[in-house]
């Protein structure tokens, strides 16, 4: 059995250097009717949760280490025995969430997480966070970008641990070399394309932010 991709919106808030914003966010699901993968536990352990159902949950995959992307990270792994993977550079970000639960597993560039079948490649694309990821899968004709590409640009660069140059290095990159049909599903809102998103880099560039 193919491996399918499930979406799930939870709600919540999003909370860095004292400001707090009330925010929706994407939570993807990646495998079949055994085994499946989570990325971004966002919020809602229980929706999340309900959603994997009776299949064994085997890996929940932090694209970054915001606390909308990571809150229900630890009660999802402790009611599944899912273990959390983070990239190490996003650690100090981990723990103003979770100052006692540290990730299970360490992402590196390059790796392999396995999802029923499919293969999900982890590209480090820092600038948003330090530890940023997003997750290519070319069988499935789609990369999970997390908060580093959006329908529309880059995400937003303004706030501690991120950086604007090197958010257009990484898209520039490792994301737009991608093939232009690839779906980018993403953290928040509607997916696009990299063929959609491509064009514009000079024109993110030009805004600088």
Not at 7 to 30: A, K, M, Y
Not at 118 to 129: C, E, M
């Amino acid at each position: 059995m193919a491996a399918r991709i499930e979406h799930l919106v939870t709600s919540g808030q999003f909370t860095l250097d004292g400001g707090t914003w009330d925010v929706d966010n994407n939570v993807w699901l990646v495998g079949d009717d055994h085994e499946v993968v989570v990325i971004d536990a966002a919020h809602d352990a229980d929706a999340i949760a309900e959603a994997v159902g009776d299949r064994r949950l085997s890996a929940i995959v932090c694209t970054h280490a915001h606390n909308d992307h990571i809150d229900a990270a630890p009660a999802l792994a402790e009611r599944s025995g899912a273990p959390i993977w983070l990239h190490p550079d996003d650690l100090p970000l981990w723990k103003q969430t979770h100052p006692d639960r540290l990730p299970d597993h360490w992402l590196a560039d390059g790796q392999i997480i396995e999802a029923a079948g499919a293969d999900l490649r982890v590209l480090h694309t820092p600038g948003h966070a330090p530890g940023a990821v997003c997750l290519y899968g070319p069988g499935l004709g789609t990369v999970f970008t997390g908060d580093t590409l959006f329908a529309g640009g880059p995400g937003a660069t303004g706030r501690s641990f991120s950086h604007f140059p090197t958010i257009i290095d990484s898209i520039r990159d490792r994301l737009l070399a991608l093939p232009p049909d690839t779906v980018v599903r993403t953290g928040h809102g509607d997916s696009t394309t990299i063929g959609a998103e491509a064009p514009h880099l000079q024109e993110w560039i030009a805004r600088g932010h």
